[in-house]
């Protein structure tokens, strides 16, 4: 009998470290990755949007031989991935191996 216990309590000892691991160190929500998106395609979009926008008001007041909109959103798509790019390395797990 003693030794049936010694191994339920071992096991007990072991399930109980595992639980207080898990939740020392819970691992990455589902949802993180999905506002991760969101986030990333908003930076990305705003500036689009807003270099079009900028771009059709530039033609009507400075029209030049080039297309202001296309010059504009190009422009917001570079500063947009810009913007994500520096979030993601932010936010992203470290060099290290470091998970968050």
């Given at each position: 009998m003693t030794r049936n216990s010694d191994r339920s309590e071992e096991n007990i000892r072991r399930s109980a470290e595992r639980m207080k691991l898990a939740r020392s160190s819970p691992g990455l929500?589902?949802?993180?990755?999905l506002g991760a998106f969101g986030i990333i395609g908003w930076s990305i979009a705003v500036p689009t949007v807003g270099g079009a926008f900028l771009?059709?008001?530039l033609n009507k007041v400075a029209p030049q031989e080039f297309?202001?909109?296309i010059a504009l959103i190009l422009g917001g798509v570079v500063i947009g991935g810009i913007i994500a790019w520096n979030w993601i390395s932010k936010?992203?797990?470290d060099q290290k191996g470091d998970k968050r």
């Open positions: 929500s589902p949802l993180r990755g771009g059709l008001w297309s202001w909109p936010e992203g797990p």
